[in-house]
């Protein structure tokens, strides 16, 4: 398993194209490694906001965990739509739920991935773990997500169409 480190992703022949995908001289997209997919527009939340925020946000965006970071930007969790869903079946008044803060929901130390770690690594620990999204972190600070969703999204390209087109 890779571990997070304190250095830079190592330099890759690559150029930017659209969503944020890496692509190789040859202008296919590279998905040998997670920082070629990671989306880089990632809203994260701070232990303190409300939990109600949490909930807003997964509805607004189309993710089912939100990162939380402390104030240095160093992450410290993640909030599941699971624990979103189940803070309202728990029996809660909503005074109660109301005062809940996004760190009564979080999950500390969630797994996360380098920017270097190889795509068929990540895609072995999401489904042993049964996650479907982590951060990507370098240094202790989030620079993305990787994605059950992309992971797919490329999966179908590569089946389809022999390369991904993202």
Known sequence: ??????????????????????????????????????????????????????ACLMEIEPNRNVPVEDEEGRLVGVVSWHEVICLVGR??????????????????????????????????????????CMPVVVGGKMIGVITQSTLLTVLDDLLVHGHASL
């Open 1 to 54: 398993m890779w571990s997070q480190s304190d250095q830079a992703p190592r330099e890759l022949p690559v150029r930017v194209v659209p969503h944020g995908i890496a692509a190789n001289i040859d202008g296919a997209p590279e998905v040998a490694c997670v920082g070629n997919l990671m989306s880089r527009d990632v809203f994260a939340l701070r232990v303190d906001d409300p939990a109600e925020l949490a």
């Open 91 to 132: 029996g809660r008044t909503v005074e109660e739920t109301q005062r809940m803060t996004v760190g009564d929901l979080l999950e500390a130390d969630p797994i996360s991935v380098h920017p270097d770690t190889p795509t068929t690594e990540a895609i072995y620990l999401m489904q042993r773990e049964r996650i479907d």
